[in-house]
T-cell receptor, first 115, second 112 residues
Framework: DTEVTQTPKHLVMGMTNKKSLKCEQHMGHRAMYWYKQKAKKPPELMFVYSYEKLSINESVPSRFSPECPNSSLLNLHLHALQPEDSALYLC??????????????FGPGTRLTVT | AQSVTQLDSHVSVSEGTPVLLRCNYSSSYSPSLFWYVQHPNKGLQLLLKYTSAATLVKGINGFEAEFKKSETSFHLTKPSAHMSDAAEYFCVVVDSNYQLIWGAGTKLIIKP
């Protein structure tokens, strides 16, 4: 099974709301990632978790807060977002971070709209 | 630093004709390279990967890519396009910190 699941598929939130995106994988992967993708652009890396520890934070604003409760789950907590944060948010996982031998498997994404 | 350039933003072919999506990379060492595909409003799916084994790499759905070090290229090909191949294709190189460096993408359009 090479599936990464994400919920919800779509999310509309106001600028004062708090919401969370969820990601799950059952492939035994120890690295998990959050990406942001704007229309007609490649994904941009936001966060990387390795063995449930935050490994990389690509200077993402604090209104985005990641959490890795266990090796299968990854959350992205959202608070006080701006309209420019509207995008497709993709979760991915790989066996480990290191090396091109470990390809990343992507979920279907959450389409976020901030009003 | 590693970088990747996809030479065409759009490629249009007729169904049943060959597909060629071009990708050039820049790397100071022997790179790992991927091609991913993204269908409209979907996530990304790995088509194939090169990790310094065979230079001709076969992927899913009849796609293949050839690693040419002398030309720093990793072009994606398919002998016969199908309507279901219409999608955005991304060429990716792995950087020295093991993160993915993405090309800008090529939109493949299939004419009936």
């Amino acid at each position: 099974d090479t599936e990464v699941t994400q919920t919800p598929k779509h999310l509309v939130m106001g600028m004062t709301n708090k919401k969370s995106l969820k990601c799950e994988q059952h492939m035994g992967h120890r690295a998990m990632y959050w990406y942001k993708q704007k229309a007609k652009k490649p994904p941009e890396l936001m966060f990387v978790y390795s063995y449930e520890k935050l490994s990389i934070n690509e200077s993402v604003p604090s209104r985005f807060s990641p959490e890795c409760p266990n090796s299968s789950l990854l959350n992205l907590h959202l608070h006080a977002l701006q309209p420019e944060d509207s995008a497709l948010y993709l979760c991915a996982s790989s066996q480990q971070i290191s090396g091109g031998a470990y390809e990343q498997y992507f979920g279907p994404g959450t389409r976020l709209t901030v009003t | 630093a590693q970088s990747v350039t996809q030479l065409d933003s759009h490629v249009s072919v007729s169904e049943g004709t060959p597909v060629l999506l071009r990708c050039n990379y820049s790397s100071s060492y022997s790179p790992s390279l991927f091609w991913y595909v993204q269908h409209p409003n979907k996530g990304l799916q790995l088509l194939l990967k090169y990790t310094s084994a065979a230079t001709l790499v076969k992927g899913i759905n009849g796609f293949e890519a050839e690693f040419k070090k002398s030309e720093t290229s990793f072009h994606l090909t398919k002998p016969s396009a199908h309507m279901s191949d219409a999608a955005e294709y991304f060429c990716v190189v792995v950087d020295s910190n093991y993160q993915l460096i993405w090309g800008a993408g090529t939109k493949l359009i299939i004419k009936p």
